[in-house]
């Protein structure tokens, strides 16, 4: 199990796979690595790394649960690359993967090729973060994965209609843990939640729209999923008025975030890395 120390002493879990052009894959913000495992098969000509960021997935959890940002996370990805000998990769980001992509072309453009981000910008669309709220740090009720799969296909139908059962109860395998007794379990530190808490309270949020700006100076591909309630059609287009060379994608029938292996995502995914990889 690939693991690698960075300069606080934690461990972080990683893993590195195929030759070619690296493409670092960051997950969101309760997810791990696993988060790639569908479009995974697809990237069969590029080096792709997948890391499990503190307290989520297997690695160790942190004792400062301030450290559980966005700005520790984005120098632990620098700390992987260097641990790599990987001079510049492109991000491959899933929502807080994006948000960190963005502070890395801010403060380490030179390590970046460019990003691909997973239904997130620099503005989150009203409600969104409400509904985040709603589930994290909060072990889910299930009392197995066979009754998450249904749970998970009736209430996300509305913004993943189409998608089948069998498709969330592997989704339900790759974010929760099966519980010794019956029940499931978080795959991250509960704790998360009070982190995020705390730096709600800590003060007005940083205008990340300087940081998408600094995105912006390196290829830049949005995919969107159609559905989505912290993307919306009008974030996209002011982002694109502000980075007039980023490709958008739109992802039908899916809400935040998407799956990445549908077709118009792989579209999106490979075209960029082609272009600039």
Same mark, same amino acid.
């Given at each position: 199990?690939?693991?690698?120390?960075?300069?606080?002493?934690?461990?972080?879990?990683?893993?590195?796979?195929?030759?070619?052009?690296?493409?670092?894959?960051?997950?969101?913000?309760?997810? $791990?690595?696993?988060?790639?495992?569908?479009?995974?098969?697809?990237?069969?000509?590029?080096?792709?790394?997948?890391?499990?960021?503190?307290?989520?997935?297997?690695?160790?959890?942190?004792?400062?649960?301030?450290?559980?940002?966005?700005?520790?996370?984005?120098?632990?990805?620098?700390?992987?690359?260097?641990?790599?000998?990987? *001079?510049?990769?492109?991000?491959?980001?899933?929502?807080?993967?994006?948000?960190?992509?963005?502070?890395?072309?801010?403060?380490?453009?030179?390590?970046?090729?460019?990003?691909?981000?997973?239904?997130?910008?620099?503005?989150?669309?009203?409600?969104?973060?409400?509904?985040?709220?709603?589930?994290?740090?909060?072990?889910?009720?299930?009392?197995?994965?066979?009754?998450?799969?249904?749970?998970? *296909?009736?209430?996300?139908?509305?913004?993943?209609?189409?998608?089948?059962?069998?498709?969330?109860?592997?989704?339900?395998?790759?974010?929760?843990?099966?519980?010794?007794?019956?029940?499931?379990?978080?795959?991250?530190?509960?704790?998360?939640?009070?982190?995020?808490?705390?730096?709600?309270? *800590?003060?007005?949020?940083?205008?990340?729209?300087?940081?998408?700006?600094?995105?912006?100076?390196?290829?830049?591909?949005?995919?969107?999923?159609?559905?989505?309630?912290?993307? $919306?059609?009008?974030?996209?287009?002011?982002?694109?008025?502000? *980075?007039?060379?980023?490709?958008?994608?739109?992802?039908?029938?899916?809400?935040?975030?998407?799956?990445?292996?549908?077709?118009?995502?792989?579209?999106?995914?490979?075209?960029?890395?082609?272009?600039?990889?």
């Amino acid at each position: 199990m690939p693991r690698f120390a960075v300069p606080d002493g934690l461990e972080l879990h990683y893993t590195d796979t195929g030759e070619g052009p690296a493409v670092l894959c960051l997950a969101g913000l309760t997810r $791990n690595s696993d988060d790639f495992r569908f479009v995974l098969p697809f990237l069969p000509d590029y080096r792709v790394i997948r890391m499990d960021y503190r307290g989520r997935g297997l690695s160790d959890r942190a004792e400062d649960i301030s450290t559980y940002s966005i700005v520790q996370e984005a120098a632990d990805a620098v700390a992987l690359l260097d641990h790599l000998g990987i *001079a510049r990769a492109t991000i491959l980001g899933t929502s807080r993967g994006g948000l960190i992509a963005m502070l890395l072309a801010a403060s380490h453009p030179e390590r970046l090729r460019g990003a691909i981000l997973n239904d997130i910008g620099p503005e989150i669309a009203p409600g969104g973060l409400d509904r985040i709220m709603e589930y994290v740090g909060i072990p889910p009720a299930y009392a197995d994965y066979a009754e998450a799969a249904d749970g998970l *296909a009736a209430a996300m139908a509305p913004r993943f209609p189409g998608v089948t059962r069998d498709r969330w109860r592997l989704h339900a395998e790759l974010i929760w843990a099966e519980r010794e007794g019956g029940g499931l379990d978080l795959r991250y530190d509960a704790r998360l939640r009070d982190a995020l808490r705390g730096q709600a309270g *800590a003060g007005p949020a940083p205008d990340l729209w300087a940081l998408w700006d600094a995105l912006a100076r390196l290829p830049v591909t949005v995919l969107h999923g159609a559905n989505s309630d912290l993307l $919306n059609a009008e974030i996209l287009a002011r982002m694109q008025a502000r *980075a007039p060379g980023m490709r958008a994608v739109t992802v039908p029938a899916r809400g935040h975030v998407p799956f990445l292996d549908e077709r118009e995502s792989l579209v999106g995914i490979l075209d960029h890395l082609k272009d600039h990889a």
